[in-house]
C-alpha cells in the first residue's frame, strides 16, 4: 500500500476584516485580536499550527493593521501580507454604522 500522507507546510490566515458583528468591540481592535476567556481569537489557530509543525505561517491583515504586530513578541517567524483594500471596506462600514473615527486613507492610483 503506497503512502499517501500529504505534509502542510505553511498555513494563510485571513484576518483583514472589520468584525461588524463584534462591534463595538472591534471599533478599537481587529477581531482576531478580541481577548475571550484571556485568550485572542487567533492565538488559538496559531498555537495549533505551530503543534502539529507548521513553521510558515502568513496573516493577510488590513482593518488596523499595526495591532498585529503585537503577535510577534509570542510569534516571532509569522509574517503579515497587508491587504491595501480593506480601507475602502472599513471607511463604508464606518459610514454605515456612522462612527466619528479618524481615517487615514492612503490614495492608490491605477
Given at each position: 500500500?503506497?503512502?499517501?500522507?500529504v505534509t502542510v507546510k505553511?498555513?494563510?490566515?485571513?484576518?483583514?476584516?472589520?468584525?461588524?458583528?463584534?462591534?463595538?468591540?472591534?471599533?478599537?481592535?481587529?477581531?482576531?485580536?478580541?481577548?475571550?476567556?484571556?485568550?485572542?481569537?487567533?492565538?488559538?489557530?496559531?498555537?495549533?499550527?505551530?503543534?502539529?509543525?507548521?513553521?510558515?505561517?502568513?496573516?493577510?491583515?488590513?482593518?488596523?493593521?499595526e495591532m498585529f504586530d503585537?503577535?510577534?513578541?509570542?510569534?516571532?517567524?509569522?509574517?503579515f501580507i497587508d491587504n491595501?483594500?480593506?480601507?475602502?471596506?472599513?471607511?463604508?462600514?464606518?459610514?454605515?454604522?456612522?462612527?466619528?473615527?479618524?481615517?487615514?486613507?492612503?490614495?492608490?492610483?491605477?
Open positions: 500500500m503506497q503512502n499517501n500522507k505553511r498555513a494563510v490566515i485571513i484576518a483583514a476584516g472589520f468584525g461588524s458583528r463584534l462591534v463595538p468591540i472591534t471599533l478599537k481592535r481587529p477581531k482576531p485580536l478580541v481577548v475571550v476567556n484571556g485568550i485572542r481569537i487567533i492565538d488559538t489557530l496559531l498555537d495549533s499550527f505551530i503543534n502539529i509543525g507548521i513553521e510558515e505561517i502568513y496573516i493577510i491583515r488590513g482593518y488596523k493593521k503585537e503577535l510577534l513578541i509570542k510569534y516571532p517567524n509569522i509574517k491595501p483594500f480593506i480601507i475602502i471596506k472599513y471607511y463604508l462600514i464606518i459610514k454605515m454604522y456612522n462612527v466619528d473615527l479618524e481615517i487615514k486613507l492612503n490614495l492608490f492610483i491605477f
